[in-house]
C-alpha cells in the first residue's frame, strides 16, 4: 500500500531521484566509453521483461511457491537483484572472513549479474531500470496519472526533437510525455528551446 502511495504522488520520479541503484548507474555511464543506441527493434520488446520479473518473481512465485517450511524465499532478491550485492553482499563479505567461507554458486552468480550490469551501464543508460528492475515496473504502472507529472505545451513545441535526442530513458517526448518510461529526470525539460515541457 505504501509503494502504491508513492506511485499515485510521484509515479517513477522515484526511479530518476531516490533510487541508490539508479544513481550507481548514472555515475558509470558517465564513464567516456562509446554509447549505444539500442534498435527499437531490440529495446521495446526487451522493456517488457521487467514486467515480466514483476510478475513471476516478486508476485506470483512467492504467492504460490512456498518450501518446506512453508515460506517462500524472495525469489528477485535472491537470484536477480544486483543492488542488494552491492550495497549488502559484497561489504558484507568484505568485512567479515568467516562469510567468505560460506559463499558458492548463489554469491558467484549474484556477482556476476552485478558485474554484467554495471559493464552495460558504461555503455547503455540504466539498463538495469530498463529491462529488469520490477520496483521501476510497479512504479511505471502510476506513470501516466500520477500527481507529479510532466505536460507538453503543444502550442509552443517547435518539433526539433531536442527533448527526445537528450532523453536518457529513449522516450518519445512529443508523443507520450508521460510514458511509462519516463524517470521525470527533466533532461528534456532542460534543452527544451521554447519551455514548452
Not at 23 to 47: F, G
Not at 118 to 139: D, E, K, N, T
Amino acid at each position: 500500500g505504501l509503494l502504491m502511495l508513492f506511485g499515485i504522488i510521484l509515479g517513477r520520479l522515484i526511479c530518476g531521484f531516490l533510487c541508490p541503484f539508479g544513481l550507481v548507474q548514472d555515475l558509470i555511464h558517465k564513464i567516456p566509453v562509446p554509447k549505444w543506441r539500442m534498435s527499437n527493434k531490440i529495446d521495446r520488446p526487451a522493456r517488457y521483461i521487467k514486467y515480466i520479473i514483476l510478475l513471476t518473481a516478486v508476485i506470483f512465485l512467492p504467492a504460490f511457491v512456498a518450501v518446506i517450511d512453508g515460506i517462500a524465499p524472495p525469489y528477485f532478491c535472491k537470484y536477480i537483484c544486483p543492488a542488494g550485492t552491492l550495497g549488502g553482499g559484497i561489504p558484507l563479505m568484505a568485512a567479515d572472513p568467516a562469510l567468505r567461507k560460506l559463499t558458492g554458486f548463489l554469491f558467484d552468480w549474484k556477482v556476476l549479474v552485478l558485474t554484467v550490469i554495471l559493464l552495460l551501464s558504461a555503455v547503455i543508460h540504466r539498463p538495469f531500470c530498463r529491462y529488469l528492475c520490477p520496483l521501476g515496473a510497479f512504479y511505471a504502472l502510476f506513470n501516466r496519472f500520477s500527481f507529479y507529472h510532466m505536460s507538453l505545451d503543444q502550442s509552443k513545441c517547435i518539433g526539433c526533437g531536442k527533448c527526445e535526442g537528450f532523453c536518457p530513458m529513449a522516450v518519445e517526448v512529443t508523443k507520450c510525455i508521460n510514458s511509462p518510461e519516463c524517470i521525470r529526470c527533466g533532461k528534456c525539460k532542460s534543452v527544451c528551446p521554447t519551455r514548452a515541457i
